[in-house]
């Protein structure tokens, strides 16, 4: 399956609060949120490198992230605004000497707050 | 301050001609750099990479051509299919620095359209 993303569309109202779900079956060590926004990319919310590591990334204000187990990664928006509003999507790297960070996507969640 | 940038929000290209895709990087710690294609409604998908100390690399009809001195690269599709109509990522990251300097950076993208 790779990388596994639930639920795959959710609308939010100003001050709601939700998780995003990623599951990985590649074994990767290393774990990552992003979301993309039109005509901006893609931008690192947070990253893991192992299940005890935890870091920030380019935007994480707002947001707050939980390594249950190497294979899963959530995201949480405590309470929602609607600049929130974009495509979010987890990616998994093997982070190795061969692999280096060639990063597979799941499918991504698209996250409306209105 | 962007540090990598696809000047070209979009490319229409005829089916069998090349298709080039080009972005610049501002960083000289770049050392290993991606590109990554994307369907509507799917994530990213790696397509082809590039270490520093290449110039070229190929894989199919995907070449990557690495210009160190002018922090550019391109991909080119040759031939170029209605099924390569996606947007294109372009990535780099610092790799040999380690730990978040790893981490990648991505352009804004160009999204491709192959007309039949």
């Known amino acids: 399956a790779g990388v596994t993303q639930n639920p795959k569309f959710q609308v939010l109202k100003t001050g709601q609060s939700m998780t995003l779900q990623c599951a990985q079956d590649m074994n990767h060590n290393s774990m990552y949120w992003y979301r993309q926004d039109p005509g901006l990319g893609l931008r690192l919310i947070y990253y893991?490198?192992?299940?005890?590591?935890?870091n920030k990334g380019e935007i994480s204000d707002g947001y707050s992230v939980s390594r249950q187990a190497q294979a899963k990664f959530s995201l949480s928006l405590e309470s929602a605004i609607p600049n929130q509003t974009a495509l979010y999507f987890c990616?998994?790297?093997?982070?190795?000497?061969?692999?280096?960070?060639?990063?597979?996507f799941g499918a991504g969640t698209r996250l409306s707050v209105l | 301050d962007q540090q990598v940038k696809q000047n070209s929000p979009s490319l229409s290209v005829q089916e069998g001609r090349i298709s080039i895709l080009n972005c610049d990087y501002t960083?000289?710690?770049?050392?290993?750099f991606l590109w990554y294609k994307k369907y509507p409604a799917e994530g990213p998908t790696f397509l082809i990479s590039?270490?520093?100390?290449?110039d070229k690399n190929e894989d199919g009809r995907f070449t990557v051509f690495l210009n160190k001195s002018a922090k550019h690269l391109s991909l080119h599709i040759v031939p170029s299919q209605p099924g390569d109509s996606a947007v294109y990522f372009c990535a780099a990251s610092a790799w040999n620095y380690g730990g978040s300097q790893g981490n990648l950076i991505f352009g804004k993208g160009t999204k491709l359209s192959v007309k039949p």
């Open positions: 990616a998994t790297s093997g982070y190795g000497f061969l692999t280096k960070n060639i990063q597979y």
């Open positions: 590039i270490s520093s100390i290449k």
């Open positions: 960083n000289s710690m770049f050392d290993y």
């Open positions: 893991s490198f192992d299940v005890k590591d935890i």
